[in-house]
């Protein structure tokens, strides 16, 4: 199936470090959502993205729908160690689909 | 918020077994629910879009006769892996999308580790 370029594909970084991550599609999505996936279990919702050029917070994490509709971006301020895990961007073209995902990004952070 | 239930979490089965995996929503309707594939290290891969009273939609290159997905209910969808092999073994993980509205964010279960022996 169809998949989004999400980069990069792992991190490692020192705790207090700002990450970002983006993801790029050569198609235009309606929603942008990002996800975070624990080792044995499903995605959990993180932020969700409706509006072309949106900018939305949830705590140390801000994402950007971007303004061709056809990127996005993840960024962590100040992390931490629980913030390890594997970050997932995924797209949507219309309510009711499937939802597109990347490939994730693996973020390590040591202490 | 809302809740996706799966269930079993892992199961761990004989070669020529089928296996039923259970996806619930516990606090809201889904007409949708979505069943994906997940190999170690790797992305989510959607198998099947199950829409409740109806016929599953397979992704191309997923058997419909071996993977059978049932949506009875509004907070029920199941998959069945018949006659398993070694090579289904995998991550199985559903999710949900709440009835109403445009803007309604897809939920997703815990996922179930399927090893087949």
């Known amino acids: 199936g169809q998949q989004l370029n999400q980069s990069p594909q792992s991190m490692f970084i020192q705790e207090g470090e700002d990450v970002s991550m983006n993801c790029t599609s050569s198609s235009i999505f309606n929603t942008w959502l990002w996800y975070k996936q624990d080792p044995g279990e499903g995605p959990v919702l993180l932020i969700a993205?409706?509006?072309?050029?949106e900018l939305t917070s949830n705590g140390r994490l801000t994402a950007q729908f971007g303004i061709t509709r056809k990127d996005s971006f993840l960024n962590i301020s100040a992390s931490i160690p629980s913030d390890v895990g594997i970050y997932f961007c995924a797209g949507l073209y219309q309510a009711g689909t499937a939802l597109i995902f990347g490939k994730g990004t693996t973020l390590s952070v040591s202490s | 918020g809302a809740v996706v239930s799966q269930h079993p979490s892992r199961v761990i089965c004989k070669s020529g077994t089928s296996v039923k995996i259970e996806c619930r929503s516990l606090?809201?309707?889904?007409?949708?629910m979505f069943w994906y594939r997940q190999f170690p290290k790797q992305s989510l891969m959607l198998m099947a879009t199950?829409?409740?009273?109806?016929?599953?939609?397979?992704e191309q290159g997923v058997e419909k006769d071996k993977f059978l997905i049932n949506h009875a209910s509004l907070t029920l969808s199941t998959l069945t892996v018949t006659s398993a092999h070694p090579e289904d073994s995998s991550f199985y993980i559903c999710?949900?999308?709440?009835?109403?509205?445009?803007?309604?964010?897809?939920?997703f279960g815990d996922g179930t580790r399927l090893s087949i022996l």
């Open positions: 993205l409706y509006k072309a050029g």
């Open positions: 606090d809201f309707q889904a007409t949708t």
């Open positions: 199950s829409n409740e009273g109806s016929k599953a939609t397979y």
């Open positions: 999710s949900a999308r709440e009835w109403g509205g445009r803007n309604q964010p897809q939920h």
